[in-house]
């Protein structure tokens, strides 16, 4: 029997973006799925229902019914628990599904039976790129961070030569050099600021070179397991923070994008470094989701420290809702397209990529 594919409307706050666009439902109905979407789920990333009605999609007037019986159910984050309890036994579900973030959550997926593939815990290898969720909603956050601190500036980004005289371009600093932090590298570098940027891993700064940035030697290196970051000893943090603190007064603009997998984002800028910048200065803190990387951050507001703009924006890659979507779905369907076989369900787990990314964690 055709595999029957079913999405629900988001239902956290701020969300924006789906996790099925019209272009990959019809290519999982092209796959020999069934798919059934909740009326106006596409309605604040402007997909309409007529376009999945077009692309092969059934329209269901609620959650439950989009979700009555589905053998995979397709999500950006998670379906609330009490709607997990509704799917079948042994049902699977795809997206950002951060179970150990609710303890209801867990207990949802673990006494429903359900396999949970949280896209958070994909390998990050090569094959995997296509399915990366972290990355292609980073990238929009990145992207979004810079357009935030332009707009909070009370300076132009680029250098200007008017008849009321030159105006020099703004500096902006980048901390961290992830997929958000160079894709803010290159954007700050497209509206014409001189951008400087640094991070604990020195693979970074050819990446950050090929941008058009400066890389910033703070005389840390702190490579850690997979390729990422480690936190910082006590040592290396004071002798970061301290060549950091002089830099900052020459700096007009802080993106930061710091994150160590798996714990709160470091705290690299204190408040005594903001006390030290320039009025007017503006810092953007993309971490602000888990923490912030700046001392005086708080999630969801900018606030005003001593004349120094502090913005902790959330739901970034949601405010890009358009492109976001895209590009999740896409990741989505990736990784939907190693479940299907012959038009049916099949759970391959010699495949790498499908056990090592599915929750509960199996064990061996
Ligand atoms: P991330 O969001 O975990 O962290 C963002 C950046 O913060 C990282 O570059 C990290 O080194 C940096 N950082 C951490 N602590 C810092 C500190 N104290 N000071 C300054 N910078 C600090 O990172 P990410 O964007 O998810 O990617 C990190 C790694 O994963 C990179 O090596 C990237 O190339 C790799 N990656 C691989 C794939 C793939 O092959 N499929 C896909 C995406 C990313």
């Given at each position: 029997m055709a595999v029957r594919i079913g999405i629900a409307r988001e239902t956290a706050p701020g969300e924006r973006r789906v996790a099925i666009t019209p272009e990959t439902c019809r290519k999982l109905v092209a796959l020999g799925a069934a798919i059934t979407v909740e009326r106006g789920l596409g309605r604040h990333a402007h997909f309409a229902d007529d376009a999945y009605a077009a692309a092969g999609a059934v329209l269901a007037d609620d959650a439950a019914a989009a979700l009555a019986g589905a053998d995979l159910v397709l999500c950006v984050q998670a379906p609330s628990p009490a709607l997990l309890a509704t799917l079948r036994e042994g049902a699977a579900i795809i997206g950002?599904?951060?179970?150990?973030?609710?303890p209801a959550r867990a207990e949802a997926i673990r006494t429903g039976g359900l396999v949970a593939f949280?896209?958070?815990?994909?390998?990050?290898?090569t094959r995997a790129q296509a399915m990366d969720i972290l990355s292609s909603q980073a990238g929009m956050a990145g992207y979004k961070a810079v357009l935030i601190a332009a707009q909070l500036?009370?300076?132009?980004?680029p250098m200007l030569t008017t008849a009321a005289g030159t105006i020099r371009p703004s500096k902006v600093l980048v901390i961290g050099a992830g997929v958000a932090g160079l894709q803010a590298v290159a954007t700050a570098r497209r509206l014409g600021a001189q951008v400087e940027c640094f991070d604990v891993r020195p693979e970074t700064r050819e990446q950050i070179e090929s941008l058009g940035g400066r890389f910033l030697d703070l005389g840390v290196s702190a490579v850690g397991e997979g390729g990422y970051a480690r936190a910082l000893t006590d040592e290396e943090r004071a002798e970061q923070q301290k060549r950091l603190g002089e830099h900052?007064?020459?700096?007009?603009t802080i993106v930061c994008t710091a994150a160590v997998p798996g714990r709160p984002a470091p705290k690299i800028i204190t408040a005594g470094m903001v006390g030290g910048m320039a009025a007017g200065s503006v810092i953007v803190d993309l971490a602000a989701e888990t923490?912030?990387?700046?001392?005086l951050t708080r999630p969801g507001e900018t606030i005003d420290a001593g004349g120094v703009t502090v913005a902790g924006p959330l739901d970034l890659a949601s405010s890009g809702a358009v492109h976001a979507s895209e590009m999740f779905a896409r990741n989505v369907f990736n990784f939907a397209s190693l479940l299907v076989s012959d038009g049916a369900l099949v759970l391959d787990w010699d495949d790498e990529l499908v056990a090592k990314t599915a929750w509960p964690p199996r064990e061996g």
């Open positions: 950002h599904l951060q179970p150990e973030a609710d949280p896209l958070e815990r994909l390998p990050r290898t500036a009370p300076r132009f980004f900052l007064r020459g700096i007009d923490g912030g990387n700046c001392e």
